[in-house]
């Protein structure tokens, strides 16, 4: 259902909800712009651009205990963590973000249901908010998402300009929310309908083009071995600040932390960029940094699509953006399209000849 | 090969590094290459990485510019680049310090490395992976250079050498004055621990700083071990103290204060802090400056029969 509401109206929402609910926001953070629980929607920024760091860690901490423990002499006394259960509402996350959660659900609900993870998926409404001006390293749109995207979000809100929102609510836990502030959500013109429909295209015709996700999944299939991979992965330094400014991201580690007869377990982001990430007893079977570059690459575009049907890079362009040395997943993936094209047609070639 | 001839223009080394791959006298050259980076809305930014030349084509490809802020050193020591027999590294005054300090330690050939030194005055930063107009935060903590003084590999450590500084005017100081030393030092200590409290919150141990680091080159660092657990393993803000203020002591005596550990952090921590911190302590009491001269012994691994034995009580 669309709507619209005045940024004087989202503010007074705001104002009521952080009374009741925790309110998660971007806000600077010490010169950088961070998701943070709020107290007043002052400390709110709604200008352009993506948070430093990706939504995930609201849903999936990065760093969180998962039980404590206890030796006694009549053996080992475990407390698990108490589920979330608090209402918690996110504000201002961007649609590449949101889609993201939506990416993330499928391996935390897949051979097991992470309770950490969907205890706070489930208590969380999430208000989008479209991206009217995307950053230079975005590419949302090659990853057959748009920056209008509404999958992952409960309500989307787009600025019109002249401090109006246009507000979709997406989700029957959107409509749930608006219910409260039923009165502060205007009916819609059609004119004002068609004014979001013509930014939106406004946005997205300037945005790159699709990759060609069939085609690139296809070569990827064969192309484990391509000597391809060692040059698209010289320079990496092996550091993890590409997967943990990722937004899909999400392999963990688990560590112990004792004190005495007593700890607790704690689970931690981990990164395929370690050289211990795959590290064994017995055995390394990435030895060189390559080969970890190619791991991410293939989760991203091969594996996370065999087992879920879709992509695991959102096209935020956080990882672009901060590489320490200037590795690129946009133009790998280019580069790969560009080996595909090539290879359909030796293929074409081939066909003729014969 | 180590002909130590003073070459002051880049055409004039691209073509004495491209004779040595033909006559395969050289394997690889770690150099700057542009990349031309495509944006969202459809125009292309130029920017500066890592370059890895194996063959002469590729040669040309080499830049020199305000924007190669980069540390090559780092790759010296990575696996990856050892089973190179020659070597040809382009290096900033600043990056040629990393390599005495491993030459001290043992850890590189010096006979493998062909060394092309470059004269510079400030760097470019870079901010969200875009250029901006400001000198770049490595440089302003420069300690051979005030603003605009031009500083200079030492001779007869380098092999070959280009004379002339980047093109362009020199980029100016940050507008917002980042905190100092001296600032930092003048805090109470009360004061000091919130400051770093409210940094190393932050932190996200990506190890990026550890990774891009010429000096950490350790095939096992102790902040990954978990048997024992040396240091919290978890981001929380006592591992992470442990985690920076073990890497400012495992560097004490060594950083060269390249700052690339600051450049490449995606929080924005200033960690140059800390290790300048360290710099000026190990000064003061040992009048030892790391990556000064190849030859002399690293301070923390020397003994002297006339060092101050006051402290032993």
């Not at chain 1, 700890?263 to 981990?270: P, V």
């Not at chain 2, 680091?213 to 040396?230: A, G, I, K, T």
Request: charged share 25%.
């Amino acid at each position: 259902m669309d709507t619209l509401i005045s940024k004087k109206d989202l503010d007074r929402i705001i104002d009521s909800i952080v009374e009741t609910c925790q309110v998660f926001a971007p806000v600077n953070q010490e010169g950088i712009k961070l998701f943070q629980e709020i107290q007043s929607k002052d400390q709110i920024i709604w200008a352009d651009g993506n948070c430093h760091r990706s939504v995930k860690e609201i849903f999936f901490p990065i760093t969180e205990p998962i039980f404590f423990y206890k030796k006694t002499r009549l053996g080992v006394k475990i407390d698990p963590i108490q589920n979330h259960n608090k209402k918690r509402v996110l504000i201002g996350i961007r649609p590449c973000d949101a889609f993201a959660l939506y990416v993330m659900d499928q391996v935390f609900t897949w051979d097991y249901n992470d309770e950490l993870y969907l205890a706070l998926r489930k208590n969380t409404v999430i208000i989008g908010l479209s991206c009217v001006r995307p950053e230079p390293f975005c590419f949302c749109t090659a990853t057959n998402i748009s920056p209008f995207e509404e999958r992952g979000s409960d309500i989307l809100l787009t600025d019109l300009g002249n401090g109006m929102y246009h507000s979709r609510i997406i989700t029957e836990k959107g409509t749930a929310f608006t219910e409260r502030f039923k009165k502060y959500f205007k009916e819609i013109t059609p004119e004002q309908e068609l004014k979001k429909e013509a930014l939106a295209n406004t946005v997205i015709s300037k945005m790159p083009a699709p990759f060609p996700i069939a085609d690139i999944k296809s070569w990827l299939d064969r192309n484990f071995g391509h000597p391809i991979w060692e040059e698209l992965g010289l320079g990496c330094i092996g550091c993890g600040t590409c997967t943990y400014l990722c937004p899909t991201c999400h392999c963990f580690d688990l560590t112990d932390e004792n004190r005495g007869y007593s700890g607790q377990r704690r689970r931690n982001w981990d990164s395929c960029a370690f050289d211990h990430f795959t590290k064994m007893a017995a055995h390394q079977p990435r030895t060189f940094q390559w080969q970890r570059f190619r791991q991410r690459v293939m989760h991203k575009f091969k594996y996370y699509m065999d087992k879920f049907s879709h992509l695991a890079c959102v096209g935020c362009g956080r990882c672009r953006a901060l590489c320490p040395v200037g590795k690129d997943i946009y133009q790998v993936i280019r580069a790969i399209q560009k080996e595909t094209n090539c290879q359909n047609q030796n293929l074409k070639g081939a066909k003729k000849g014969k | 090969m180590r002909a130590r001839i003073k070459v002051i223009r880049m055409n004039e080394i691209k073509a004495k590094l491209k004779a040595l791959l033909k006559n395969a006298e050289l394997d690889l050259v770690i150099g700057y290459g542009e990349r031309k980076i495509p944006t969202s809305d459809g125009s292309e930014i130029t920017g500066i990485c890592p370059l890895f030349v194996t063959r002469e084509s590729g040669i040309d490809g080499l830049v020199w510019n305000r924007h190669c802020v980069h540390n090559l050193v780092t790759y010296l020591t990575k696996k990856e680049y050892k089973d190179y027999k020659k070597i040809a590294i382009f290096v900033k005054p600043c990056d040629l310090k990393a390599i005495y300090v491993l030459c001290q330690e043992n850890q590189i050939d010096r006979q493998r490395l062909l060394i092309i030194g470059l004269a510079c005055n400030g760097m470019i930063r870079e901010k969200m992976g875009i250029s901006t107009k400001e000198l770049a935060g490595k440089c302003i903590t420069c300690r051979e250079s005030s603003e605009g003084a031009v500083a200079r590999c030492q001779k007869e450590h380098t092999d070959l050498m280009i004379e002339s500084t980047p093109e362009g005017s020199i980029p100016s100081s940050s507008e917002k004055k980042a905190l100092t030393l001296e600032d930092l030092e003048k805090m109470s200590g009360a004061d000091r621990w919130a400051f770093w409290q409210k940094q190393f919150q932050k932190c996200l141990r990506c190890y990026a700083c550890r990774a891009v680091c010429p000096l950490c080159y350790c095939e096992q660092c102790v902040c990954d071990m978990s048997q024992p657990q040396w240091i919290e393993k978890s981001p929380h803000l006592k591992g992470n103290f442990l985690f920076h203020l073990v890497r400012a002591f495992h560097l004490t005596g060594r950083c060269i204060g390249c700052g690339e550990c600051e450049r490449v952090c995606p929080m924005g921590l200033p960690l140059t802090l800390l290790n300048q911190k360290m710099i000026k302590e190990v000064k003061d009491l040992y009048d030892y400056e790391s990556g000064k001269d190849p030859e002399q012994a690293p301070v923390l691994s020397q003994f002297r029969v006339d060092d101050d034995e006051s402290f032993i009580k």
